[in-house]
């Protein structure tokens, strides 16, 4: 039952074709009743196009989940109804126009969207409204289910004696690294360079050339560059304060003067205003560090190596004090793969390194830093990092000692799975379930139709 609420977050351009072709179809019979809710085989098709979009192979029994997955949902979302839980219109917006973005991006614009949906998009972003919010209602739903479930030691203790011990995981080499990174600073002459380039750009705006042309030539933030600087309808949380500030300022059309936030210079025009929300259009020049700004921070980050290797002060308390890392400031310099975010494990599997973390990880022996080295951010920025082996793992069998963490995060996924499974079995009971005659074989189902055909 863990997967069964697993929404498909983005739809591929191949996808919509399949849609629209399916849509055309006499698909409209009742596969199912739910409560006082309806599932229409369409729904089903729908899914299993994309299903077959993502280059899966034919397979009639995966409608079978399709059905199982809506089933859920429809009882996720009668019982927040009844619990009073919602989501806001405005959660519903982001969503919707999230999902747009990709779509359109996948499309290669608006036009060719439309084209294969033979519908406007603002036509076709009402027609899914209604089941993004279902969506996501049932998802609050189900967090509230499992919102105190939790695991003790000893929990955790009990679950891992029961796993057979042919049949306990197997762990590669893991390390836990950590990372102080230090990032240049230009002067106000050194800025003026990129500043400059984007007030030209702007002028030449003013005069008369078309604004989304220059962004998808010169604009800098790749994926508003590919829409014309176009962002979409945003909140005002969704930008940072500078960004925000001037975007809800300006009126509807008007060019804004050049202006500096944490990503570089921006110059933008709002397109239009609907309550709390503004869409807008950006051009971005970000800041790139000189030869002289790199040199300067060069000598500080060997100043603070060098005081960390002397054990002048502790790495952790070097970090906190100077490293510009926001991810890893905050938490003695450790650095977190993705997968082990939820679980706040700072070991990291080697295969799942960074390559270049990989080279210079692999030759150093534990409780050692490494040189200072230029370095080349996640969203593009340069500057200068020297990194800390705190430990490492060899390949071996899972055991308490080693893998707690990890054995914990296990016994609390399979805790949240039974959790919800057993609210699903009582919630069938007292839920009028029927199922078409087409669907009644599936394994998948049983249990679930509370009067046969």
Known sequence: MK??????????????????????????????VVGSAIILQSDIEM?????????????????????????????????????????????????????????TQ??????????????????????????????????????????????????VRRYFDAIPKDSLPSYGTEV??????????????EKEIFQDKLEALRLRIKAGEDFSTLARIY?????????????????????????????????VGELSPVFETQFGFHVLQVIEKRGEQVNVRHILIKIQPTPASLARIKVHIDSIYNSVVQKKIDFGKAVFTYSEDNETKYNGGMMLHAENVRNRTTYIPTDKLDPQLFLVVDTMQVNTYSKPVVFTSADGKQGYRFLYLKSKTHPHKANLEEDFSKIKEIALEDKISRTVSEWFEKRRKFTYVKIDAEYQDCSKLKGWTSTQN
């Open 106 to 155: 996948r499309a290669g614009g608006e036009d060719r969207l439309e084209q294969f949906l033979n519908r406007s998009i603002l036509q076709y972003k009402e027609e899914i409204r209604s089941d993004i919010k279902e969506q996501l209602i049932a998802n609050k739903m189900q967090g509230k289910i499992t919102e105190n479930v939790n695991v003790t030691p000893l929990d």
């Open 47 to 103: 899914q299993y196009a994309q299903y077959r979009a993502q280059g899966n192979l034919e397979n009639s029994d995966i409608k079978c989940y399709f059905l199982q997955q809506l089933l859920a949902q429809k009882l996720l979302s009668q019982q927040a109804a009844i619990d009073s839980i919602t989501v806001s219109e405005g959660q519903v917006d982001d969503e919707v126009n999230r999902r747009m973005r990709v779509m």
């Open 219 to 251: 604009s800098q933030d790749i994926g508003s560059a590919r829409e014309g600087g176009e962002l979409g309808f945003a909140y005002r949380n969704a930008y940072v304060k500078e960004f925000a500030a001037m975007a809800f300022k300006l009126k």
């Open 3 to 32: 997967k069964i609420l697993n929404v498909i977050a983005g739809l591929i351009f191949t996808t919509l074709v399949l849609q629209a072709q399916a849509q055309n179809k006499s698909l409209d019979k009742v596969a199912a």
């Open 176 to 189: 836990e690294i950590g990372t102080l990174v230090t990032y240049p600073k230009l002067t106000k002459l």
